[in-house]
């Protein structure tokens, strides 16, 4: 039987302990299940997400690294940017580090007296001085280390950028060369607690399984995922081949949410980037599809001597969204420079760049003036501008350009606005203008993202359902299933790959019989109840959703927006959601951890 295991790091004595959480494993399966839960057993009185005692959780999952595409790192916190339930995945090599060091739960409480980052080898902890690196770009970061701390074996490295030094509520974790913990603001939690970064690693691999059964799954499954087409699309173009689609069907965000299609598009589309600047495909640990695209950008440092440096810049649908289209951008290098600075500074680029839209909105509406923007004019399309603006947020030049790395919500209520504000729950909007169930997706969802439900998909699938009704059905179906994806901390690439019937087979090979469908089935609803009983005890209410006044009659390709039907929606999904809650609380009684 598989063992798993607990870290857990107290910053405040510098130690650490490692636990059995095999029970816990069993209980939650991994991932966001067992994170939830001992954020749910540490959380019993809420805490501020900056303050010491605010826990910060990693998790993997029971068929992590040995099966493909398996490659995620949960990680669940107090959101700083939300003020409620934060979860973010990453990529990257951690889940092997953890895997290979049998970590399979790191928790983090206290805060360090000091600037200081972690190593962690196999269950040693040491806590190194970081004085030195305070300060420096999440990029610089990362190299000095990766010479630094060669570690045992397998090693990953997560660090801060100086947003997160700061702070900012939009501070994302940046984990090995490309992959982030990106949203809700995981970066200021770390910095709270004068974390720089975490260096992971280690050698205690362990042996596959050895029976035919496993062979088998296995290499069916990587035959479909490499040979088949059900991923092939994001090999070959990646998520940026949804620029063009999304144009053409009037749900491309263009300039702060105004229409739903770019003039510039065909400049910054999946095929223009693929023909001209991609340089590589790269792939998390233990993935063999290669969707993380690397384009070449040269930067001039020195013009009159024609001295440039080149950089690798992962670019994805998101960045291009939201420092392209919404920004009325369509330079592909001027987005891979806005994307290198943030990449820099450690932000999160979809919450930055809706911030940047909110502004340039507020600016054109008189919102805001020469005093706030130090005589700047801020327009949509000038990109020299906007790199300006990151180096005066990045400086704090004046009380405007630090507020605007506190993200829209903050801005909006202090400085009015709100009418044009597009987040959900306090979290900036992704890039989807297909209707009405990607806004409610948004605002449903745990964590207010794309990544919920994906009700973009049941948008533009519209047409196949009998009702609106079951249109909600299927994105609370979709949330269910994710709980199950998430806890097994696979990438939700995958998930056309992972059916629930392929993942009782996974469990099959591996000698464990007793992860049924039904069981999983049962287990989603615990899962998803659980988030829903933390999010209230942090302060969520369904009523403090809403949709922003300036989709009000917007005409998108499924639908008309109105606020009645948003409300209904809301006021449906709560029901089932509070089903789930009775559920929990009902297993709750029955389960000791
Ligand atoms: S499909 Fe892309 S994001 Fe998903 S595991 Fe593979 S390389 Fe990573």
Redesign the pocket.
């Given at each position: 039987m598989t063992k798993y295991y607990h870290l857990s790091i107290d910053l405040d004595s510098s130690t650490s302990t490692c636990q059995d959480c095999t029970q816990l494993f069993d209980e939650w399966l991994g991932g966001t299940g067992v994170a939830t839960k001992l954020f749910s057993e540490y959380c019993l009185k809420p805490c501020e997400p900056l303050s010491p005692d605010a826990p910060v959780i990693f998790a993997i999952g029971p068929l992590n690294i040995i099966f493909p595409?398996m490659?995620?790192t949960v990680a669940i916190f107090h959101s700083p940017l939300t003020g409620n339930l934060g979860e973010s995945h990453a990529?990257g090599r951690l889940a092997l580090a953890m895997f290979e060091s049998q970590n399979h739960l790191i928790s983090i409480k206290g805060k360090a007296s000091y600037p200081s980052y972690i190593v962690i080898e196999n269950h040693q902890l040491r806590i190194e001085k970081a004085k030195s690196l305070w300060g420096f770009s999440a990029t610089s970061t990362e190299r000095i280390l990766r010479n630094k701390e060669k570690g045992l074996g397998k090693r990953s490295i997560m660090r801060i950028g100086p947003a997160g030094e700061r702070l900012s509520p939009l501070a994302c974790v940046t984990v090995d060369s490309s992959?982030h913990f990106g949203r809700l603001g995981l970066g200021a939690v770390l910095g709270s607690k004068n974390i720089k970064a975490i260096v992971i690693s280690g050698n205690q691999s362990l042996p596959v399984p050895n029976n035919k059964t496993y062979t088998k799954e296995y290499l069916k499954l990587h035959q479909t995922i490499t040979q088949s087409t059900v991923?092939k699309k994001?090999h070959d173009l990646g998520t940026p081949m949804n620029v063009l689609p999304l144009h053409y069907s009037g749900a491309l965000p263009t300039r702060n949410f105004t229409q739903g299609f770019f003039e510039g598009a065909s400049h910054i589309s999946g095929e223009a980037f693929a023909e001209n600047d991609l340089v590589q495909q790269?792939?998390?640990a233990?993935?063999?599809?290669?969707?993380?695209h690397m384009a070449s950008h040269r930067e001039v440092y020195d013009p009159q001597n024609h001295m440039v440096k080149t950089f690798k810049v992962s670019y994805d649908y998101e960045l291009i969204f939201a420092l392209g289209s919404n920004l009325s951008i369509s330079s592909r290098s001027e987005i891979l420079k806005l994307i290198l600075e943030c990449e820099r500074q450690g932000w999160d680029i979809m919450s930055l760049g809706g911030t940047l839209a909110w502004a340039t909105e507020a600016y054109r509406k008189g919102i805001i003036g020469a005093k706030e923007s130090m005589g700047e004019h801020l327009r949509f399309g000038d990109s020299a501008l906007y790199h300006r603006i990151l180096g005066y947020i990045s400086q704090h030049a004046n009380p405007f350009y630090a507020d605007l790395e506190k993200g829209v919500a903050y801005c909006s209520s202090k400085y009015g606005g709100k009418e044009f504000a597009v987040h959900f729950g306090g979290n900036e909007a992704p890039g989807y203008l297909t209707g009405m169930n990607a806004f409610l997706g948004f605002a449903l969802g745990v964590r207010h993202s794309h990544l919920d439900a994906a009700g973009y998909d049941i948008d533009q699938k519209s047409a196949q359902f009998a009702s609106k009704t079951d249109q909600l059905l299927a994105l609370y179906r979709e949330s269910l299933e994710r709980m199950i994806f998430n806890s097994l901390t696979a990438?939700?690439?995958?998930r056309k790959v992972y059916t629930s019937d392929q993942i009782v087979r996974c469990f099959q090979a591996l000698d464990d019989t007793t992860k049924t469908k039904a069981y999983l089935e049962a287990l989603s609803h615990r899962i998803l109840g659980l988030k829903f009983e933390c999010k209230f005890r942090l302060g969520f209410s369904w009523d403090s959703l809403s949709l922003s006044q300036c989709f009000e009659g917007f005409s998108t390709p499924q639908s008309v927006l109105r606020s009645e039907d948003f409300k209904a929606g809301v006021s449906l999904f709560s029901k089932w959601i509070d089903e789930d809650r009775k559920l929990h609380r009902k297993a709750a009684t029955l389960i000791r951890f």
């Amino acid at each position: 039987m598989t063992k798993y295991y607990h870290l857990s790091i107290d910053l405040d004595s510098s130690t650490s302990t490692c636990q059995d959480c095999t029970q816990l494993f069993d209980e939650w399966l991994g991932g966001t299940g067992v994170a939830t839960k001992l954020f749910s057993e540490y959380c019993l009185k809420p805490c501020e997400p900056l303050s010491p005692d605010a826990p910060v959780i990693f998790a993997i999952g029971p068929l992590n690294i040995i099966f493909p595409v398996m490659t995620k790192t949960v990680a669940i916190f107090h959101s700083p940017l939300t003020g409620n339930l934060g979860e973010s995945h990453a990529g990257g090599r951690l889940a092997l580090a953890m895997f290979e060091s049998q970590n399979h739960l790191i928790s983090i409480k206290g805060k360090a007296s000091y600037p200081s980052y972690i190593v962690i080898e196999n269950h040693q902890l040491r806590i190194e001085k970081a004085k030195s690196l305070w300060g420096f770009s999440a990029t610089s970061t990362e190299r000095i280390l990766r010479n630094k701390e060669k570690g045992l074996g397998k090693r990953s490295i997560m660090r801060i950028g100086p947003a997160g030094e700061r702070l900012s509520p939009l501070a994302c974790v940046t984990v090995d060369s490309s992959r982030h913990f990106g949203r809700l603001g995981l970066g200021a939690v770390l910095g709270s607690k004068n974390i720089k970064a975490i260096v992971i690693s280690g050698n205690q691999s362990l042996p596959v399984p050895n029976n035919k059964t496993y062979t088998k799954e296995y290499l069916k499954l990587h035959q479909t995922i490499t040979q088949s087409t059900v991923m092939k699309k994001y090999h070959d173009l990646g998520t940026p081949m949804n620029v063009l689609p999304l144009h053409y069907s009037g749900a491309l965000p263009t300039r702060n949410f105004t229409q739903g299609f770019f003039e510039g598009a065909s400049h910054i589309s999946g095929e223009a980037f693929a023909e001209n600047d991609l340089v590589q495909q790269i792939s998390c640990a233990g993935c063999p599809v290669g969707c993380i695209h690397m384009a070449s950008h040269r930067e001039v440092y020195d013009p009159q001597n024609h001295m440039v440096k080149t950089f690798k810049v992962s670019y994805d649908y998101e960045l291009i969204f939201a420092l392209g289209s919404n920004l009325s951008i369509s330079s592909r290098s001027e987005i891979l420079k806005l994307i290198l600075e943030c990449e820099r500074q450690g932000w999160d680029i979809m919450s930055l760049g809706g911030t940047l839209a909110w502004a340039t909105e507020a600016y054109r509406k008189g919102i805001i003036g020469a005093k706030e923007s130090m005589g700047e004019h801020l327009r949509f399309g000038d990109s020299a501008l906007y790199h300006r603006i990151l180096g005066y947020i990045s400086q704090h030049a004046n009380p405007f350009y630090a507020d605007l790395e506190k993200g829209v919500a903050y801005c909006s209520s202090k400085y009015g606005g709100k009418e044009f504000a597009v987040h959900f729950g306090g979290n900036e909007a992704p890039g989807y203008l297909t209707g009405m169930n990607a806004f409610l997706g948004f605002a449903l969802g745990v964590r207010h993202s794309h990544l919920d439900a994906a009700g973009y998909d049941i948008d533009q699938k519209s047409a196949q359902f009998a009702s609106k009704t079951d249109q909600l059905l299927a994105l609370y179906r979709e949330s269910l299933e994710r709980m199950i994806f998430n806890s097994l901390t696979a990438c939700l690439f995958s998930r056309k790959v992972y059916t629930s019937d392929q993942i009782v087979r996974c469990f099959q090979a591996l000698d464990d019989t007793t992860k049924t469908k039904a069981y999983l089935e049962a287990l989603s609803h615990r899962i998803l109840g659980l988030k829903f009983e933390c999010k209230f005890r942090l302060g969520f209410s369904w009523d403090s959703l809403s949709l922003s006044q300036c989709f009000e009659g917007f005409s998108t390709p499924q639908s008309v927006l109105r606020s009645e039907d948003f409300k209904a929606g809301v006021s449906l999904f709560s029901k089932w959601i509070d089903e789930d809650r009775k559920l929990h609380r009902k297993a709750a009684t029955l389960i000791r951890f």
